[in-house]
């Protein structure tokens, strides 16, 4: 079975595209139909399949995920009792745990069987810069 490990630095919170890495890597094994299993291997970031068209989707996401889920020295966040790794990192776990850190998406003649509007993409929840892998594994 065809698998890949993708590493991707981030810079902060938001949505990463990673569509065209996954398509690549698709497109090399000539799947013809199958399912690609994507899985990051962390507990503070998550995948998502999201709108690829305007931006302003991904900002609105991370801004709702923002307000949902404050930084623990929010005065709402009082309640938290994992704090040491700084004021980002419980609520990143939390957002981690909204969202998906595996996903499975069908192969269809080869691609990705996306929608139109539909990308790959990392969700970043913490504040520093990291580095991030995402394991894809293809089952034809």
């Not at 090399?28 to 507990?43: D, I, M, S």
């Not at 709702?64 to 990192?89: A, C, I, K, Y």
Request: charged share 25%; proline share 6%.
């Amino acid at each position: 079975m065809p698998q890949t490990t993708l590493r991707l630095s981030t810079n902060g919170p938001g949505l990463y595209d990673v569509t065209s890495k996954a398509t690549r890597f698709v497109a090399e094994k000539e799947a013809g139909e199958g399912l690609l299993t994507c899985f990051v291997r962390h507990t503070s970031c998550s995948l998502v399949i999201q709108e690829n068209a305007d931006p302003d989707v991904r900002r609105d996401l991370d801004e709702f995920f923002r307000r949902l889920v404050p930084h623990s020295d929010d005065p709402t966040m009082g309640w938290l009792r994992h704090t040491t790794e700084g004021p980002d990192d419980m609520p990143a776990h939390i957002k981690a745990a909204l969202t998906a850190t595996s996903l499975s998406i069908p192969v269809t003649d080869g691609r990705l069987a996306l929608g139109t509007w539909q990308g790959l993409y990392l969700f970043e929840h913490r504040d520093a810069p990291h580095s991030r892998q995402i394991v894809l594994h293809l089952s034809k």
